[in-house]
């Protein structure tokens, strides 16, 4: 189970890329993310203030920790990448974004003590790294401040997220993931909202086709509903590493879903990075666990 929700999350992830690059032809940045989230959180307001049990976090620390994970995960993380995606390209945010996980190895080190930081995971990462640069290595160039500012943002936002799902999985693993998902939404919507309405204007007035709106859809119930529940659902039962290694895989995956559903030109060094990106997965998938040790017997 954990394994095919693995799978499906990298798939969902890596289509989200051809939607977000779709509906940004059309809507500016944070309208585009704010309406998605708006979405997402009005599919899910149901289940959370109507449910019997409730939907309430039950103390002041949870709602600190939902505040502040939201704040790091949707309003600094998603803001980043959507900002920057004006000025550099898609290859390069992905490559940027693949710093989540070395974030996330020396993070769960930090506030996880039972996620040790080993070689072995030390070069899954960086394997898986290597990887996505290759596969993008044409599209690594910055050519002015704004590109080397959106490259700083985009990193930033990698490290607020990591720090998110590390807090998640350290103090979060009593919050059902469909309460953790609405509140974080809540809290790291308004900057998002203000945002959008201060320096893009009236979201009537943009230019709404039906890709557009189709990409919200999309975005908004499978690319955030069903994606983040199943996130935190699966956090919560494997180490937060190896949870943190689907953005390494979703770059190969958006760039072969391009190949085959857009028509787009497959990079001729997808092969090597693809392996290298699998190389580092595998890594961490058969790594030798620690055996637990046995009770001593005059205890």
């Known amino acids: 189970m954990k394994i095919a ?6 798939l969902i992830w890596s289509s989200t890329w051809i ?7 059309d809507l500016p940045p944070f309208t585009f993310v704010s309406l998605r989230f708006i979405l997402a959180a009005a599919v899910i307001a149901p289940f959370i203030l109507f449910r019997k049990g409730g939907g309430l976090p039950n103390s002041k620390a ?6 502040l994970t939201g704040v790091l995960q949707f309003s600094l993380n998603y803001s980043s990448v959507f900002w920057a995606e004006q000025y550099i390209t898609s290859g390069l945010a992905a490559v940027l974004q693949a710093m989540i996980v070395v974030f996330g190895l020396v993070l769960a080190w930090i506030f996880l003590p ?3 930081i080993t070689a ?11 990887g996505v640069a290759v596969i993008f290595v044409d599209q690594l160039a910055v050519h002015d401040e704004m590109a080397f500012a959106g490259c ?3 990193v930033l936002g990698a490290y607020a997220a990591a720090q998110s799902s590390i807090l998640v999985k350290a103090k979060a693993s009593e919050i059902r993931p469909e309460v953790i998902l609405f509140w974080q939404m809540l809290f790291g919507l308004p900057p998002m909202i203000v945002y959008s309405l201060v320096f893009e204007g009236d979201p009537f007035a943009h230019n709404w086709t039906a890709f557009a709106v189709g990409s919200i859809f999309y975005l908004g119930l499978i690319g955030t509903v069903l994606a983040f529940y199943s996130y935190y659902w699966l956090l919560n039962r494997i180490e937060s590493t190896n949870a943190m290694m689907i953005p390494l895989v ?15 030109t497959l990079p001729p060094q997808t092969g090597v990075g693809g392996t290298l990106i699998i190389a580092s997965v595998a890594l961490l998938v058969f790594r030798k666990r620690r055996p ?8």
Not at 5 to 10: R, S
């Open 250 to 264: 979703t770059p190969l995956l958006a760039v072969l879903i391009g190949w085959i559903v857009l028509g787009e």
């Open 114 to 116: 039972s996620e040790r």
């Open 5 to 10: 929700v693995w799978l499906l999350l990298a």
């Open 152 to 154: 700083v943002a985009i």
């Open 62 to 67: 949870e709602w600190r920790l939902l505040a």
């Open 292 to 299: 637990i040790a046995a009770p001593n017997a005059s205890e």
């Open 19 to 25: 939607f977000i690059k779709i509906g940004l032809k």
């Open 120 to 130: 072995q995971k030390i070069v899954a990462v960086a394997l898986g790294v290597v």
